[in-house]
């Protein structure tokens, strides 16, 4: 009977948020790749637009858009990595199965706090993005800061992403 509870509660949880998807969109520099010897000075930085959309309601997954000032598009896959991680408690607690003495061991997700991201235009250029998140837990929609590299040599620096 508990078994069956409990499946029916996982199952109306998965239903009720299995649309609560969340997005949000960013902005960087594009720099120029680094000019070889007797090339001319590059030009200013271009601005740079981010968009993402997580994977349901996922904080650790889902998909990062760049689009640069010249109407390339890049898109792909982002991800959080996580761990399990064992938790040691030296005091008595309680939780919903009743209470229990210290020196007793549970399961903890371990955010990363680090985002990471291969890109892919439809010229088969690529790119490659790393944050640092403000709030691991809440995932790109927390906030982070990083930067991308092209696989031209160009880089993004200073890019923000943030939610809505």
Same mark, same amino acid.
């Given at each position: 009977?508990?078994?069956?509870?409990?499946?029916?509660?996982?199952?109306?949880?998965?239903?009720?948020?299995?649309?609560?998807?969340?997005?949000?969109?960013?902005?960087?520099?594009?720099?120029?790749?680094?000019?070889?010897?007797?090339?001319?000075?590059?030009?200013?930085?271009?601005?740079? $637009?981010? @968009?993402?959309?997580?994977?349901?309601?996922? !904080?650790?997954?889902?998909?990062?858009?760049?689009?640069?000032?010249? =109407? /390339?598009?890049?898109?792909?896959?982002?991800?959080?990595?996580?761990?399990?991680?064992?938790?040691?408690?030296?005091?008595?607690?309680?939780?919903?199965?009743?209470?229990?003495?210290?020196?007793?061991?549970?399961?903890?997700?371990?955010?990363?706090?680090?985002?990471?991201?291969?890109?892919?235009?439809?010229? $088969?250029? @690529?790119?490659?993005?790393?944050?640092?998140? !403000?709030?691991?837990?809440?995932?790109?929609?927390?906030?982070?800061? =990083? /930067?991308?590299?092209?696989?031209?040599?160009?880089?993004?620096?200073?890019?923000?992403?943030?939610?809505?």
């Amino acid at each position: 009977m508990f078994r069956r509870s409990l499946a029916a509660v996982a199952a109306a949880t998965a239903l009720l948020m299995g649309g609560c998807e969340s997005t949000g969109y960013g902005q960087g520099a594009l720099w120029p790749a680094a000019p070889g010897p007797g090339a001319p000075t590059p030009g200013a930085p271009q601005p740079v $637009g981010f @968009s993402w959309r997580s994977d349901g309601p996922s !904080a650790t997954r889902g998909t990062l858009r760049v689009r640069l000032a010249d =109407g /390339r598009q890049f898109e792909g896959p982002y991800i959080q990595p996580t761990t399990l991680r064992d938790v040691w408690f030296d005091e008595p607690r309680c939780g919903w199965r009743g209470c229990w003495d210290g020196d007793r061991m549970a399961w903890a997700m371990h955010y990363s706090g680090r985002l990471i991201s291969v890109l892919k235009d439809r010229k $088969g250029e @690529s790119m490659q993005c790393r944050f640092e998140l !403000a709030y691991p837990q809440e995932g790109p929609a927390g906030g982070g800061i =990083g /930067r991308c590299t092209l696989s031209t040599g160009e880089r993004i620096e200073g890019a923000v992403l943030n939610g809505e």
